[in-house]
């Protein structure tokens, strides 16, 4: 359980700063284009839910296709030795979630675009 376990919790801490740093820099645009005084702590709550959920979601599959492999040494120090590994059930499954999630991470460099695009629109508003 822990071989599943510490790879799929690193993969979504990763895809958590990932998502959370676009919504960051959609909500300071929202704020200062539309400060209102409205209660805006349910849809915070909603984005946050939805952050853990996209990100889980996203490395399940590192949870679902890692396994424990045994392998038998039978040397008088040392019986057996324990090897966590994917298995998944399509050729090729890894790359194309590797593919899948080097793209999905070249978003992160999306937030800083955005910031800087959302900061020349507000200052051509105010302006």
């Known amino acids: 359980m ?14 958590v ?3 959370s740093i676009t919504a960051i820099a ?3 645009y929202q ?6 005084g409205e209660n805006r702590m349910f849809g915070s709550l ?3 839910l939805f952050i853990w959920f996209f990100a889980i979601m996203l490395a399940l599959p590192l949870f ?3 396994t ?9 120090w040392l019986k057996s030795v324990n090897f966590c590994v994917e298995r998944w059930p399509i050729a090729h499954g890894r790359g194309y979630y590797s593919v899948f999630s080097m793209v999905f991470h070249l978003h992160q460099a999306l937030p800083q675009t955005e910031d800087t695009g959302h900061t020349s629109h507000i200052d051509h508003t105010i302006t």
Do not use: W
């Open 2 to 15: 822990m071989c599943k376990l510490v790879v799929a919790l690193e993969a979504t801490s990763i895809f």
């Open 26 to 28: 959609l909500d300071r």
């Open 46 to 48: 909603f984005k946050l």
């Open 68 to 76: 424990v492999e045994t392998h038998e040494l039978n040397l008088p």
């Open 17 to 19: 700063s990932t998502i």
């Open 64 to 66: 679902l296709f890692r």
């Open 31 to 36: 704020v200062i284009l539309h400060s209102g």
